[in-house]
Structure formats: C-alpha cells, structure tokens
C-alpha cells in the first residue's frame, strides 16, 4: 500500500515554477539541487501548492496552477513607503533592486527591496517579489515519510 500525502508526513519534490501571462521563463526550480523537503500541513510552502499536493502518492507527477491568493497574496500598495535617505546606514551603497532587510513595528524582520531613488527619498516595496503573481509548478513526488516527533514539534522538515 503506496503512502499519501497528509498532514504530519515530510515530502520531499523537484519542482520548477514559472509565472503566469510570462513568459515561460523558471524563476525557480530544484532542478540539479536535492529535492525539497518540507512538513505538510506545517504551512511550510505556498497554501495552494500544499493543498495540490495532499493526497498525492511517492512518484506523482504534475502542474498546479496557483493563484495569488493562495500563493504570495495580492500586491499591497501600502507595502510601498517613502522613506528618507537617513533611514539607511550611511556607508551603504543604495540602489534599486537591492534587497535588505528591515525591522518591523513589533520587531519582526522584513524583506523590502528599494524600489527606486530620487534624491534623498528611496522608495521601498516591502512586498513579496512574486506577490500579485499566479504561480505555475511543475512537481514531482520524490518520496514521502512519517515526519519525526521533533519534526513535528519544530513544525518543519530537518
């Protein structure tokens, strides 16, 4: 009898995503990596791609298409901030594109990405890159187990 996928296993796949309306261009991919692991029903990957993948056997192979609402969410314009130049170290070297990371108001880190520089006002996105974006994958079920006691106490795969 083959093992599904369900809560409390450890999964590991090969993936490949893509973007929706792209231009087929990967934007990821396990692809001459070892496979993924991750603890399903832990909230460890993408909620669309873990609901895909429940019920799936060793071996499966399939595409999911992910829409934003299950994947990274909707672009969030609030997420976009002016913030004066002084709110950056002065030895740093800013410009767009560059990721770096920030303090949140209750002291959670935040991934941002200057967005673009005029003067002494830089521009930030602190939305996720792939936000607003559906999600194309190509998964392949490499292998799935029982996830251990200290797994499933930690709420991710070792």
Do not use: W
């Not at 796949?13 to 001459?32: A, C, F, N, Q």
């Not at 460890?44 to 019920?55: H, K, P, Q």
């Amino acid at each position: 009898m083959s093992t599904t996928i369900g809560d409390g296993k450890v999964v590991n796949i090969h993936y490949k995503l893509t973007l929706g309306g792209g231009d087929g261009r990967v934007v990821d991919s396990s692809e001459g990596r070892d496979p993924l692991p991750y603890l399903h029903g832990a909230g460890n990957i993408v909620a669309g791609l873990e609901t895909a993948l429940a019920g799936k056997s060793e071996g499966a192979s399939f595409d999911v298409e992910v829409a934003p609402a299950d994947g990274y969410g909707a672009r969030q314009e609030e997420a976009v901030q002016n913030v004066p130049r002084s709110a950056f170290p002065p030895e740093a070297e800013l410009e767009a594109g560059l990721q770096f990371q920030a303090t949140g108001p209750d002291g959670q880190p935040l991934m941002g990405m200057i967005a673009s520089i005029e003067g002494e006002v830089v521009t930030v996105d602190f939305n996720h890159p792939l936000a607003g974006e559906t999600l194309l994958f190509s998964i392949e079920v490499v292998s799935i187990r029982d996830a251990t006691d200290e797994e499933q106490e930690q709420g991710h795969a070792s």
